[in-house]
């Protein structure tokens, strides 16, 4: 599908605009349809089980090419209707929301388009998202002209404390905003699969913080030597081709706040490096993913630690110090709860949601990004991207 780059762009950068041909639901409840893949990234991280907790959702059907894990899916959920093959579910069923929860993302792509023509209204895609930008701007486009409203699940996105910790960024309490440093997990995957798999959920809530990526250098590395093509290979969860065993990059972007993201395999700490912190020149904002509390703060000059014996400091919703006020807060990230209220309310109020199709295009170019620079040899690219396919096959 060929895209006009204006409309994109366009498109892109007005996350409340949807399509004038899209007609508002009247249903009080929605039907959902999942679709898993025992063995092939299964049913992701609850993506099946949480519409089993949603209000106004009725789950009418499973499907999944393994019998075993097909059979265990239906006594799971209590659906009745199981299907080998998904596209004869969406024919059959019609449901409203599909929740596409297979973690390889190499059948993303496949399923979303397979459940858009089959006429639903939303879509909740496990992370992150599909393998490069030539399937993302389908997707985009497609679900501009249908008026499908698509969420990912990048639970953190919908973390009610995000704000709290812009508001203290507004109101001054780190100083000057000198830059944001954020990791994968570094363990078995450090590299370019973390910065796949990890590394999504952090360039999914960096731009909160910075606006969007306005270029990228990169460098992969295999020990201390740059990746080249003999080391490249398929990665695990449908990625593609990745390789090395080292990632440094630096974006730009278009606050003038540069990121870093690093990935070592190995080098994690058993409780974790997975996150990101912004740095200002009077305190710290420390984002941990997948946490409760979310994030802490440290009115603390970073590069001047020994000034002060400060502890850092929980934040809520509620700010500084407070205690969560929102008291179902683990279903609400956990459990996906806050993302399928959103799912819904978008489907209801013809509007995007709020980690939505630009949203994850934005991350995969992220990640394309990282791997152009390297096949150029550390160079800076300049975001838009133009190159559509995974960088890593050219090189």
């Keep these: 599908?060929?895209?006009?780059?204006?409309?994109?762009?366009?498109?892109?950068?007005?996350?409340?605009?949807?399509?004038?041909?899209?007609q508002p639901l009247n249903e009080t409840e929605f039907r959902v349809a999942i679709i898993g893949h025992t063995?092939?990234?299964?049913?992701?991280?609850?993506?099946?089980?949480l519409w089993k907790e949603t209000p106004c959702c009725r789950i009418?059907?499973?499907?999944?090419?393994?019998?075993?894990g097909l059979n265990k899916a239906q006594q799971r959920l209590g659906v009745e209707k199981g299907y080998s093959d998904y596209r004869q579910m969406l024919k059959e069923t019609k449901p409203d929301i599909v929740s596409i929860a297979p973690r390889h993302i190499d059948q993303h792509f496949d399923?979303?388009?397979?459940a858009m023509e089959s006429g639903v209204k939303g879509l909740y895609v496990e992370k992150p998202f599909c393998r490069d930008l030539s399937e993302a701007r389908q997707i985009v486009?497609?679900?501009?002209?249908k008026g499908v409203k698509l969420a990912l699940?990048?639970?953190?996105?919908?973390h009610p404390a995000l704000r709290a910790a812009q508001n203290l960024i507004a109101e001054g309490r780190i100083g000057r905003v000198m830059e944001v440093r954020g990791r994968g997990k570094e363990d078995h995957r450090g590299g370019a699969l973390d910065l796949w798999v990890l590394g999504s959920h952090v360039l999914n809530l960096v731009p909160q913080f910075t606006g969007r990526f306005t270029s990228c250098s990169a460098i992969m590395l295999q020990d201390k030597r740059p990746v080249g093509r003999a080391d490249l290979s398929a990665g695990d969860e449908g990625v593609g081709l990745v390789g090395g065993n080292r990632l440094h990059a630096r974006f730009d972007t278009e606050s003038g706040i540069p990121f870093y993201f690093d990935s070592i395999r190995n080098a994690g700490v058993k409780e974790g490096n997975f996150g990101f912190q912004v740095l200002g020149n009077q305190g710290v904002i420390d984002v941990r993913i997948d946490t409760e509390p979310f994030i802490h703060y440290l009115p603390v000059n970073p590069f001047y630690p020994a000034q002060s014996a400060t502890a850092w400091q929980p934040v809520s919703s509620g700010g500084v110090?407070?205690?969560?006020?929102?008291?179902?807060?683990?279903?609400?990230?956990a459990g996906h709860q806050a993302a399928a209220r959103d799912l819904m309310e978008a489907i209801r109020e013809n509007r995007l949601t709020l980690c939505n199709e630009m949203e994850g295009y934005a991350t995969i170019e992220a990640i394309m990004a990282v791997f152009e620079s390297h096949r150029r040899g550390g160079e800076q690219?300049?975001?838009p991207l133009e190159v559509w396919d995974n960088p890593l096959s050219r090189l």
């Design 1 to 22: 599908m060929k895209v006009n780059r204006r409309i994109f762009l366009k498109y892109s950068s007005l996350a409340a605009v949807t399509p004038a041909i899209y």
């Design 39 to 49: 063995g092939r990234g299964n049913y992701g991280h609850g993506m099946d089980t």
């Design 60 to 68: 009418v059907a499973v499907a999944d090419p393994v019998a075993d």
């Design 111 to 114: 399923m979303i388009m397979a």
């Design 141 to 145: 486009e497609i679900c501009r002209h």
């Design 153 to 158: 699940a990048h639970r953190n996105r919908y």
């Design 321 to 333: 110090g407070v205690p969560e006020p929102v008291k179902s807060i683990v279903s609400d990230i």
């Design 381 to 383: 690219v300049k975001m």
